[in-house]
T-cell receptor
Framework: NAGVTQTPKFRVLKTGQSMTLLCAQD?????MYWYRQDPGMGLRLIHY???????AKGEVPDGYNVSRLKKQNFLLGLESAAPSQTSVYFC????????????FGPGTRLTVL | AQKVTQAQTEISVVEKEDVTLDCVYE???????LFWYKQPPSGELVFLIR??????QNEISGRYSWNFQKSTSSFNFTITASQVVDSAVYFC?????????????FGKGTKLSVKP
């Protein structure tokens, strides 16, 4: 099992450009999450999904959109990137239930110039 | 509202010293879960432990131990006889039953440096 994978690992964007980050999991997990990690801030939830076709906003959703068309994939989109979105993005998945551990992907380091 | 506080931003110890990482949480819910994750320099997040609010037993796993005290809302993590490989950022996190479908609320992390 590959677990949780993220594509790409690194990306540099110019302000105003758009891009999509892909998260894939092969553990048949219902729940998937996107977090961002900024220096000294810990991880903060951007959006999450409790199943195929469903998405919901987290703590810091502005400037991002997500889609969960297939159970195994969770896409994070930036329509018009801003320097404030420079961060490390982590995807995670978990079995149904808030008591279950989340399995994290390796992260995507995004720089917006 | 829920909150996790890790007051120690950075800790530096010499190999073989014991070190305790503090975690204080806030929640009004009676059912919740506490987690510790490790983030080594390579960047990935590694799950270490989960504890539910009804289980206050301390846990030991090798050199790692956890002390959960509801009376002080704390879930502290101790590494005994630290090693260089323990150098990492450690995150404490909280999940509330029924809240945001398992969303983890993270503390800001404690960076541990273990010097040889």
């Amino acid at each position: 099992n590959a677990g949780v994978t993220q594509t790409p690992k690194f990306r540099v964007l110019k302000t105003g450009q758009s891009m999509t980050l892909l998260c894939a999991q092969d553990m048949n997990h219902e729940y998937m999450y996107w977090y961002r990690q900024d220096p000294g801030m810990g991880l903060r939830l951007i959006h999450y999904s409790v199943g195929e076709g469903t998405t919901a906003k987290g703590e810091v959703p502005d400037g991002y959109n997500v889609s969960r068309l297939k159970k195994q994939n969770f896409l994070l989109g930036l329509e018009s990137a801003a320097p404030s979105q420079t961060s490390v993005y982590f995807c995670a998945s978990a079995r149904e239930g808030s008591y279950n551990e989340q399995f994290f992907g390796p992260g995507t380091r995004l720089t917006v110039l | 509202a829920q909150k996790v506080t890790q007051a120690q931003t950075e800790i530096s110890v010499v190999e073989k010293e014991d070190v305790t990482l503090d975690c204080v949480y806030e929640t009004r819910d009676t059912t919740y879960y506490l987690f510790w994750y490790k983030q080594p320099p390579s960047g990935e997040l590694v799950f270490l432990i989960r504890r539910n609010s009804f289980d206050e037993q301390n846990e030991i796993s090798g050199r790692y131990s956890w002390n959960f005290q509801k009376s002080t809302s704390s879930f502290n993590f101790t590494i005994t006889a630290s090693q260089v490989v323990d150098s990492a950022v450690y995150f404490c996190a909280l999940s509330v039953w029924g809240g945001s479908q398992g969303n983890l609320i993270f503390g800001k992390g404690t960076k541990l440096s273990v010097k040889p």
